[in-house]
C-alpha cells in the first residue's frame, strides 16, 4: 500500500501536464486575493458606517423626544454605542459634537471634523450643548477604527490618523419637542 502511494507521488511528481495553469494560477491568485480583501475591507467600512448612522438616529430620537431630562456627552456616547450594535472600540474611539443652530441664520458646524486621535494628547470634546424646547440641533459623531487590509498596499486608502485608524461619521438635525 505504501509503495503505491510512493509511486504515485513519484509519477505526480514526474508530469509536467499542468505547468502551464500553475504557472497562470501562480500569477493570477495574488491579484484575485487582493481585489477580495479590499471588497471586504469596503464592505466592513460600509457596514460600520451603517451601523453608526443607525445608532446616532435612535440616540437623537431618544434626546428630541426627553427634552427634559439633562444629558451628558457620555450618556449620549454610551446611547450610540448600544443603538449601533457596539461596533468595534466603540466608548473610546466615538466622539460627539452637538450644536444648537439658529434657523433664520444659519451657520455651518466647524468643517474639520472632531474626532479621537489615539496619537495625540487626549482633548476635551468640543461643540457640545444641550438645546431647550424647540431648539434646532445638528448632532455630529465620529467613530475611529481599524482597516482590515493594512498589509495591503492596495487596500482601500482611509483618511488615516496618526495612530493609522480611518474614520467614518455621521450627522444629524433634529428639533427639540417641547416638554
Avoid: W
Avoid at 6 to 18: I, P, Q, S, V, Y
Avoid at 50 to 77: C, W, Y
Wanted: aromatic share 8%; with cysteine.
Amino acid at each position: 500500500m505504501i509503495t503505491r502511494c510512493l509511486e504515485a507521488l513519484r509519477r505526480f511528481r514526474k508530469a509536467e501536464d499542468g505547468s502551464v495553469f500553475l504557472i497562470e494560477f501562480v500569477i493570477i491568485l495574488p491579484i484575485i486575493f487582493t481585489v477580495f480583501m479590499m471588497s471586504v475591507d469596503m464592505s466592513m467600512a460600509s457596514l460600520r458606517q451603517v451601523h453608526l448612522d443607525r445608532g446616532l438616529e435612535q440616540a437623537v430620537r431618544f434626546i428630541r423626544l426627553n427634552t427634559s431630562t439633562p444629558m451628558t456627552h457620555d450618556q449620549i456616547k454610551n446611547m450610540v454605542c448600544d443603538r449601533a450594535g457596539n461596533p468595534g472600540d466603540c466608548a473610546a474611539t466615538l466622539r460627539l459634537e452637538m450644536v444648537n443652530v439658529n434657523p433664520r441664520q444659519f451657520s455651518q458646524m466647524n468643517p474639520t471634523i472632531d474626532c479621537v486621535d489615539k496619537s495625540l494628547p487626549i482633548e476635551p470634546e468640543r461643540g457640545f450643548a444641550l438645546g431647550k424646547q424647540h431648539d434646532l440641533m445638528l448632532l455630529r459623531a465620529c467613530l475611529k477604527f481599524d482597516s482590515i487590509t493594512t498589509f495591503l498596499p492596495l487596500g482601500f486608502n482611509f483618511i488615516k490618523d496618526g495612530n493609522g485608524q480611518g474614520s467614518v461619521y455621521a450627522i444629524s438635525a433634529f428639533v427639540q419637542e417641547p416638554s
